[in-house]
DNA sequence: TACGGTCAAGGTAGT
DNA sequence: ACTACCTTGACCGTA
């Protein structure tokens, strides 16, 4: 098994210990310059006291909430806010730097590149945009931009395509995306294809893997997704366990030792970042290095 | 201050 | 056709 104190750990969005989020947002109805300048004052100050918190906790990677700038690719966004705060995140972007944060985001569901509704394709390439362009302000060299395929729609391949297509053009966006697999819809071979279709890594997410493996062992999955990260930073991996009580693919709250376990033992080299994705935040890392310690203790 | 209904957006699957 | 569900929880009016 791989040494865990060599894996770079990290996690969403918030931190529990410190009731910190980057992920303040409002209602579309009080979408005011006032409004949004305050929210983004807050995730600014949270993500400060987190990146502090991490490197004084032994973590390195943040993936920053999609809230941070609320409704920033929003066609009524009502200011300009690259211009307005183009220096406040670059000196956030500076701390993280400073104390060895890796950054990173994830849009969720309603991203949909390969839709075959051009509106649906123009309103996910603007919240990719947005994306990449608060990746670039940060001055994250080595940032991740975490995408699924999405829907299926008319047929597989053609949605790979579109999905290609659509996303070829947009350098800014490549420069930080990475593809996902997920639970149900895309298993870790069509990702490969897509993400080599475009000149991206993929990130392995291990519960997803679990309920979609497409007969790939953990251990070969692994191999396959480590050569695509070539260029762009240490290999990032996603950890996850089932909450027990829900439906198949739910997040827990923690990680279940033997997951961990899991993972750390198919892996060829401790050299890899995993993001912890449960719902205890940094506090299910914790747990996960605790029960680790004890039973690498005599 | 706590709570429950609601919130920008898309898509799948079960009925 | 309709509904539940996904999920980064958070906002906001009401009690």
Redesign the pocket.
């Known amino acids: 098994m791989q040494d865990w104190r060599a894996v770079r750990w990290g996690y ?3 931190n529990r210990t410190l009731k910190a ?1 980057t ?8 979408l005011t310059p006032q409004r949004v300048q305050e ?1 983004v004052a807050q995730n600014m100050h949270d993500l400060t006291r987190i990146l502090e918190w991490n490197s004084q906790n032994g973590f390195e990677l943040f993936r920053v ?3 941070f700038i609320p ?1 920033a ?2 066609p009524n966004f009502p200011y300009d806010w690259c211009a307005v705060h183009r220096e406040a995140i670059g000196a956030i972007g500076q701390l993280a730097r400073q104390r060895g944060q890796r950054l990173s985001m ?7 590149p390969s ?1 075959p ?1 051009p509106q ?1 394709v123009e ?1 996910s390439l603007a ?1 990719l945009r947005y994306s990449a362009q608060l990746l670039h302000l940060l001055q994250a060299e080595d940032g991740v931009l975490v995408l699924h395929l ?4 008319d047929s597989r391949e053609k949605s790979m395509r579109r999905f290609i297509q659509n996303l070829r053009p947009e350098t800014e966006i490549l420069r930080f995306l990475a593809l996902e697999n997920d639970e ?2 895309w298993n870790l071979s069509e990702v490969l294809r897509v993400a080599e279709g475009l000149g991206v890594p993929v990130i392995l997410d291990t519960l997803h893997h679990q309920l979609n493996p497409n007969g790939m062992d953990l251990r070969s999955a692994i191999q396959e997704v480590i050569p695509t990260w070539q260029g762009r930073g240490r290999p990032k991996l996603h950890l996850s366990s089932q909450d027990s009580s ?2 198949a ?3 827990g709250d923690y990680v279940l030792l033997e997951d961990g376990i899991a993972l750390l033992d198919a892996l060829p080299s401790p050299e890899v970042d995993i993001m912890v ?1 449960a ?1 205890a935040k940094e506090q299910a890392v914790l747990r996960l290095w605790n029960d680790l310690r004890s039973l690498l203790l005599p």
């Not at 992920?23 to 009080?30: D, E, G, P, V, W």
């Not at 994830?106 to 949909?112: A, E, F, L």
């Open positions: 969403p969005c918030e989020s992920n303040h947002t409002l209602r579309l109805a009080s929210r909430g999609q809230h409704f690719s929003h994830h849009p969720g569901q309603y991203i949909n839709s509704n649906v309103r919240e999405g829907g299926i729609y149900r819809l829900k439906r693919g739910a997040h994705e719902k």
